[in-house]
């Protein structure tokens, strides 16, 4: 139930108040304390909703298919946007088996994308990040652009249902301490 929901109910059940000094610091006392109550109900499901996404990154540097696998529904979609020399947006399309086979092939580089500006919305069992991000391998800058996840909650645990991303080489404004990030192991 939205914050707003919370108030208006509030305001319907109680007795008009006196507006004076002592009833105005009362009735604001009172919607301070409803808002952190609502921060601390929505936090661990933000947590949640994250935990897939986080062990995603986690198994791509560690180059765990079976953990990235473990993170997906299993009619899960996976695109990302492409761009032809004349500037002309696509989609390219990816198979979530070919991309589990390409973490799990041994590789030199360590696969390290790393976020920033991490955005959750949540309707009941469907939730979406939006997301900016660096990808090196290595310590070697790829690209960056901006993830879009969707997961669906199954059960207990989430699950990444959607990922889209979009990819460039320039203008990512990758803040330090993000970049920061990429000589840790």
Same mark, same amino acid.
């Given at each position: ?5 919370? +108030?208006?109910i509030?305001?319907?059940? +109680? ?5 004076? +000094?002592s ?8 919607? /301070? ?5 609502k921060?601390?109900v ?26 990235? $696998? ?25 198979? /979530?088996?070919t &991309?589990?086979?390409a973490?799990?092939?041994? $590789?030199?580089?360590?696969?390290? #994308? ?6 959750v919305?949540?309707?009941?069992? /469907?939730?979406q990040?939006w997301?900016?991000?660096? &990808? ?6 790829? $690209?960056?652009?901006?993830?879009? &996840?969707?997961?669906?909650?199954q059960? #207990?645990?989430?699950?990444i ?20 990030k990429v000589?840790?192991?």
């Amino acid at each position: 139930m939205e914050f707003l929901s919370y +108030i208006l109910i509030v305001i319907e059940t +109680i007795e008009p108040f006196n507006y004076d +000094i002592s009833s105005m610091k009362k009735s604001a006392s009172f919607f /301070l304390i409803l808002m952190v109550i609502k921060f601390a109900v929505a936090q661990p499901e933000k947590e949640s909703i994250l935990s897939p996404i986080n062990q995603l990154f986690a198994g791509m540097k560690a180059g765990d298919s079976a953990l990235v $696998h473990s993170v997906f529904s299993t009619n899960a979609i996976l695109n990302g946007i492409d761009k032809d020399e004349k500037g002309n947006a696509s989609i390219r399309k990816a198979s /979530l088996k070919t &991309f589990l086979t390409a973490i799990g092939t041994p $590789h030199r580089e360590v696969w390290n #994308e790393l976020v920033w500006d991490v955005t959750v919305q949540q309707d009941g069992e /469907l939730a979406q990040v939006w997301a900016s991000y660096a &990808f090196y391998r290595g310590t070697t800058f790829s $690209h960056c652009g901006v993830d879009a &996840f969707q997961l669906l909650k199954q059960g #207990e645990s989430w699950k990444i249902i959607t990922l889209i991303d979009t990819r460039r080489k320039e203008n990512c404004n990758i803040p330090k301490q993000i970049a920061d990030k990429v000589n840790e192991r």
